[in-house]
């Protein structure tokens, strides 16, 4: 905005909450987006309260929890493909006017990690 390249409505947060977008707002913050984390929280069985902070939300949805070091991987990806999600569904909105509901990114999020798991798998397969 400051060198001229979005208008200053371009400011405002794709998802129609009225907050300014910020990466933090954006990502963990939005009261709108924040139904994806819920979401996808209770489909894989974690129970923790929302952080405001992008790194302490890493850390928490990573790591605090509990569990083996490839649960561990497992939800770093988890948390890493919901923000590709939300980055693409921003995206989508702002430049292609397309719209998706949460379930909808939800799904994307179940459906890109079975495609991982079963990669991943298969590659463990192929070493072992």
């Given at each position: 905005?400051?060198r001229?390249i979005?208008?200053p409505?371009?400011c405002w947060?794709?998802s129609?909450c009225g907050e300014?977008?910020?990466?933090?707002?954006?990502f963990?913050?939005?009261p709108?987006?924040?139904?994806?984390?819920l979401?996808?929280r209770?489909?894989?069985g974690i129970?923790e309260?929302?952080?405001?902070?992008?790194?302490?939300?890493f850390?928490?949805?990573?790591?605090?929890v509990?569990?083996?070091?490839?649960?561990h991987?497992?939800?770093q990806?988890l948390?890493?493909?919901?923000?590709?999600?939300?980055w693409?569904?921003?995206?989508?909105?702002?430049?292609?006017?397309?719209e998706?509901?949460?379930a909808?990114?939800?799904?994307?999020?179940q459906?890109h990690s079975?495609?991982?798991?079963?990669?991943?798998?298969?590659?463990?397969?192929v070493r072992?």
């Amino acid at each position: 905005m400051t060198r001229g390249i979005f208008t200053p409505d371009a400011c405002w947060c794709i998802s129609g909450c009225g907050e300014v977008e910020t990466s933090q707002h954006l990502f963990v913050s939005c009261p709108i987006f924040r139904e994806l984390w819920l979401r996808v929280r209770a489909w894989i069985g974690i129970d923790e309260a929302d952080l405001y902070d992008i790194v302490d939300h890493f850390v928490q949805f990573s790591y605090l929890v509990g569990g083996t070091a490839s649960k561990h991987s497992f939800k770093q990806f988890l948390w890493l493909l919901c923000i590709w999600v939300l980055w693409s569904k921003r995206n989508n909105r702002h430049f292609n006017n397309t719209e998706s509901s949460i379930a909808q990114l939800v799904e994307k999020v179940q459906d890109h990690s079975y495609w991982w798991l079963k990669t991943a798998k298969v590659v463990k397969c192929v070493r072992g």
